[in-house]
Nanobody
Framework: QVQLVESGGGLVQAGGSLSLSCAASGRTRSINVMGWFRQAPGKGRELVAAIRGSSGIYYADFMKGRDTISRDNAKYMAYLQMTTLKPEDSAVYYC?????????????????WGQGNQITISS
């Protein structure tokens, strides 16, 4: 089993920045891909960004140019920095980790999930 613990999130004004971090523990060697999904009320979970190993990065179109994902494999940590945030970015953000060797966009491809952190962007 793998446990994911997230930190970061909160309330910021539109145009502001936020950073999220995710710490993995347990059977971390089984993890190939780490990323963040978000879920707004009444909507499904959508992939924001993901990273495979030390490279192989995916950014959702709605966040391109506004976010940076990175990973420290030695510490089993992943990081997501988001800038120029908009009110429509408000959602619960979940760290996810998966065993698949490729980045998959759907939530059901990821075996492990963090507790989720609320991010609210005020206009």
């Amino acid at each position: 089993q793998v446990q994911l613990v997230e930190s970061g999130g909160g309330l910021v004004q539109a145009g502001g920045s936020l950073s999220l971090s995710c710490a993995a523990s347990g059977r971390t060697r089984s993890i190939n891909v780490m990323g963040w999904f978000r879920q707004a009320p009444g909507k499904g979970r959508e992939l924001v960004a993901a990273i495979r190993g030390s490279s192989g990065i995916y950014y959702a179109d709605f966040m391109k140019g506004r976010d940076t994902i990175s990973r420290d494999n030695a510490k089993y940590m992943a990081y997501l920095q988001m800038t120029t945030l908009k009110p429509e970015d408000s959602a619960v953000y979940y760290c996810a980790a998966g065993q698949r060797v490729s980045i998959v966009l759907t939530a059901n491809a990821y075996e492990y999930w963090g507790q989720g952190n609320q991010i609210t962007i005020s206009s």
